[in-house]
């Protein structure tokens, strides 16, 4: 009977320590397990149920709480600057803790980018940069980028699919180019999205014909408050919604490139300022310094010879001194816009200093600068420059020299050309005269250009001669002029 009740009391004490011991354990552990489960797939909303916990356990389901919260707490701060920083927003049912970490991971890639192309010498290395992230990370194949100059109400393709833009546009109508306005993203600084409406635009083309799927979105980047550059990618219809959720990611790279593209645009300008003549756009003496070594490299690869043609515009100074330094200014303009009509875009023409310019040509064949010299003088001589109240006629000289062929250096072929010119200016100007040639010349005075009917002879002013035109100037005051040009030509 004794065992009986002793056995009845143990086994009541294990149904008691049971219930009360080993069933809220087992109950706790598997709310854990829950937890963790929800929490590995980024949802931190579980609690840990332990309602008859005591002791040890009681603080374990606590502190797990208490994590929970803290996780939940910080990830949603953690996906709202996340939104604000890339206008994207982290989708509540999905996981949420590996959504935020490949959103970071990408902010670690676009910190890495930025610092590259920080780094990088010019703004196309900074194109090339941003074409790769479009191959590599987001599988694009179709692409093109621009840069927009709003000044000149235009837009340069930099990137075709891509390589570097070597002809016009691809995916967009060639008026774009010249008519920056036409283009929409430009225009509005909007994102165009013709995946949902293809016919937004009309300036797209289909430059696969055959492939009737094709889609576009194109993304304005701002520069300052204005659109600097346009990105257009060209994707199948079938990809179209996944483009569009890609799109943020691919604007957080655009947008991080912008800074660094106006500021290395800007440091070209500057450059480009410091290489150019303010007053007549042509490249200036420092540049001929920079382009030099390049020249005379090509011409020595391709076995061609360089033709130095140094010139100077005969009595310039009385210009100045009789009409004033504006006549000056509107004279030395048309005689750099005459001297770039006559030679070709490949060959450069520098405004050496003053009224004295240097043409480098390149040429195939061996005393092809003679012909482009003449040619240059009987343009000028023909050249009509309107000033205020009339117009001017001048004449120009030309020394003209050969590399290699009359100096093994480049700049002793300048130094020849210059001393030609000296001589053409001694032996009468208005005339070409080669570096092999004498003191005496080979060269004869050139005839005045056909028609020309000057106030004054050119030996009469000095190599020009005025002429009214439509002015309220009478007789007496045209005759004050000629006077004061022969008066200047005597000293």
Request: proline share 2%; with cysteine; net charge negative.
């Amino acid at each position: 009977m004794a065992l009986l009740l002793l056995l009845a009391v143990m086994v009541i004490g294990v149904n008691w320590f049971f219930h009360h011991r080993i069933v809220p354990l087992i109950r706790m552990v598997e709310s854990i397990l829950g937890v963790v489960r929800r929490g590995r797939e980024g949802d931190f909303t579980g609690r840990v149920q332990c309602d008859h916990c005591e002791g040890g356990l009681a603080e374990i389901a606590a502190n797990l709480n208490r994590l929970m919260d803290h996780l939940r707490e910080n990830l949603g701060k953690i996906s709202d600057d996340v939104a604000k920083l890339i206008h994207y927003n982290v989708d509540d049912h999905t996981n949420q803790l590996s959504s935020v970490t490949e959103v970071v991971e990408a902010l670690v890639e676009v910190s890495q980018f930025k610092q590259q192309i920080e780094e990088d010498l010019t703004k196309r290395e900074v194109y090339q940069r941003i074409s790769q992230v479009l191959e590599t990370r987001f599988g694009l194949q179709r692409f093109s980028i621009y840069e927009v100059s709003a000044s000149q109400n235009r837009m340069h393709p930099m990137v075709l699919d891509g390589a570097a833009a070597e002809t016009g546009c691809r995916w967009c109508r060639h008026e774009v180019q010249y008519q920056a306005e036409l283009c929409r993203a430009q225009r509005t600084g909007h994102m165009v999205d013709g995946v949902t409406a293809p016919a937004i635009c009309n300036q797209f083309v289909n430059a696969q014909g055959e492939r009737s799927d094709l889609r576009y979105m194109c993304i304005p980047v701002i520069h300052s408050g204005s659109v600097g550059n346009v990105v257009q990618l060209v994707v199948e219809h079938d990809h179209g919604i996944m483009f569009q959720l890609l799109r943020p990611f691919i604007e957080v790279y655009l947008r991080e490139s912008a800074s660094v593209i106006e500021s290395k645009r800007l440091m070209e300008k500057l450059r480009e300022s410091a290489l150019r003549d303010a007053l007549t756009g042509l490249h200036n003496r420092r540049f001929l310094e920079e382009f030099a070594p390049t020249a005379v490299a090509a011409s020595e690869r391709k076995g061609q010879t360089l033709a130095v043609l140094m010139m100077d515009l005969d009595h310039f100074k009385m210009v100045n001194d009789t009409y004033g330094h504006q006549a000056g200014d509107t004279v030395l303009k048309s005689l750099s816009q005459t001297l770039q009509t006559q030679v070709r875009a490949a060959d450069l023409v520098v405004r050496y200093g003053g009224e004295e310019f240097l043409v480098v040509l390149q040429c195939e064949t061996p005393g092809q600068g003679a012909k482009i010299a003449e040619k240059v003088r009987a343009a000028v001589e023909d050249l009509t420059i309107p000033i205020s109240g009339g117009v001017l006629k001048k004449t120009i000289s030309i020394g003209w020299a050969e590399f290699p062929n009359d100096a093994p250096d480049f700049w002793e072929a300048v130094q020849c050309a210059d001393a030609a010119l000296y001589r053409a200016k001694e032996s009468g100007r208005n005339r070409v005269v080669h570096c092999s040639q004498g003191e005496e010349g080979e060269e004869s005075e050139a005839a005045p250009a056909s028609g020309a009917k000057p106030a004054v002879s050119a030996k009469e002013s000095g190599g020009g001669s005025y002429c009214a035109t439509g002015s309220n100037d009478d007789a007496e005051t045209v005759k004050t002029k000629v006077e004061a040009l022969s008066k200047a030509s005597t000293h």
